[in-house]
């Protein structure tokens, strides 16, 4: 029986290990395994919301195990440390608990490999990065950026007003930098009815992006200038044009000597590979530890091993580069489960990834969404507010549908909205 491993439970993993062990492990056609570092799977675009407790990781967080039995392929935590291509063995590092060691290295045989390890937030080598800053590219990381932002909350729990500031800066102003902004902001509102003397005039956010304007990825500026006033109107300080050199226990300075103070800094600016890619078993990797792939998914030097997602760097036939979004990972996805299938029958991998723009939306918490669909068709058509919000929402129902299948899913997105409703709107422990 021909062995798939998927390595990587995001959205674009879950994918293919959803849809393969639905069309081959369900019938032992195939041996189907997902390998990732933690024991749940959380939509990638919601991480701002575990980061300030709207979203409840206990609820709305999947279990890789349960729903590994429901679809048919097999789950193995770990962390990938290397690709053994002569044995054709993924090879996993020990797992410790900080005192002891509670599963040693392990060896993971394959036919098919599949990497869809996701990014990690790219610090472009300025002092201060690594060390000073909070990143937002996992569930963990999320907590962590949770709990730090609940401990200088709790101050505010007094029955005496603190009149201090607390001072986040947050550097990228992409889809992620921008929803955290607004996001904090609706959290700090929402904390007054938990026993918080505190209100969003004692929240200084400032928003920091290099680029002219933020939203740079976005093909409209129309969209970029209506986050923009929102942001604005909310309270977040938005700074464009403007270059980190460095980053202290103190703050930020930029190009030019100019310097912000923030107790807490949250780094979004630009993605790269995990570094352990970085020339992996001989595989092709591009400056920002990417493996290169050619438009079939398969890695260049070794047609059985396929990546996808942002860890990977897809060529398009007019010399660009796929770019890193959640949509390009689940169509490449799609595109290297059926490539499999095809190779397990003896035919040529057929199918090859064209990226198309099917646009862009950016939620600004309570306040506000706006974003344009189908921007491949000439730019796209833009929309804001409830259309917007029902758009960004059926892409999260989407995405259930798909790990759940239509009927559990539908039940899911129907108890999720349920919990909105009964349940604290903040999850404070």
Not at 340 to 363: F, H, T, W
């Amino acid at each position: 029986m021909k062995r798939i491993v998927v390595v990587g439970g995001g959205a674009g993993g879950i994918g293919v290990a959803t849809r393969l062990g639905r069309r081959l492990g369900r019938k032992n056609k195939a041996h189907v395994t997902l390998i990732d570092c933690v024991e749940s799977h959380v939509w990638k675009p919601l991480l701002h919301e575990v980061a300030t407790g709207a979203l409840d990781t206990g609820i709305d967080a999947v279990s890789y195990r349960a729903h590994a039995s429901d679809n048919g392929y097999h789950f193995q935590q770990g962390r990938l440390l290397d690709i053994d291509r002569e044995r054709r063995q993924a090879v996993l590092a020990p797992i410790h608990d900080g005192k002891s060691e509670l599963l040693p290295a392990r060896r993971i045989d394959f036919d098919y490999l599949v990497v869809a390890v996701g990014s990690v937030a790219n610090d472009f080598g300025i002092p201060g990065v690594k060390r000073h800053c909070l990143f937002l590219d996992n569930t963990d990381q999320a907590m962590a950026i949770r709990k730090i932002l609940l401990n200088r909350f709790l101050r505010y729990a007094s029955h005496e007003q603190l009149d201090e500031k607390i001072k986040v800066a947050i550097v990228g102003a992409g889809a992620t930098g921008t929803e955290m902004a607004a996001e904090m902001n609706h959290a700090v509102d929402q904390l007054r009815g938990y026993g918080y003397k505190i209100d969003s005039s004692l929240l200084e956010v400032t928003l920091i992006e290099a680029d002219k304007r933020i939203l740079p990825k976005v093909s409209q500026e129309a969209i970029s200038r209506a986050v923009a006033r929102e942001l604005e109107k909310i309270g977040v300080q938005v700074l464009t044009n403007t270059r980190v050199v460095e980053i202290t226990d103190r703050g930020i300075t930029f190009q030019g000597g100019y310097f912000v103070a923030a107790d807490i800094v949250i780094w979004s600016a630009g993605v790269r590979g995990p570094e352990f890619l970085r020339d992996i078993a001989g595989l092709e990797t591009n400056r920002i530890d990417q493996l290169v792939v050619r438009t079939t998914g398969q890695t260049t030097r070794d047609d059985t091993i396929f990546a996808i997602g942002d860890c990977c760097a897809c060529p398009q036939d007019d010399g660009s580069w796929v770019p890193p979004r959640g949509q390009a990972a689940r169509q490449m996805g799609h595109m290297v489960a059926d490539n499999i299938m095809l190779m397990m029958q003896g035919k040529p991998p057929a199918k090859r990834y064209v990226y198309k723009d099917l646009g862009s939306l950016v939620n600004l918490s309570k306040f506000h969404t706006v974003g344009n669909l189908f921007s491949f068709l000439g730019g796209g058509v833009m929309v804001e507010g409830r259309i917007a919000r029902f758009t960004y929402l059926s892409l999260y129902h989407r995405h259930l549908i798909e790990v759940y299948g239509l009927v559990r899913g539908v039940l899911m997105i129907a108890l999720k909205s349920l919990n909105r409703i009964i349940r604290p709107h903040l999850k404070l422990h």
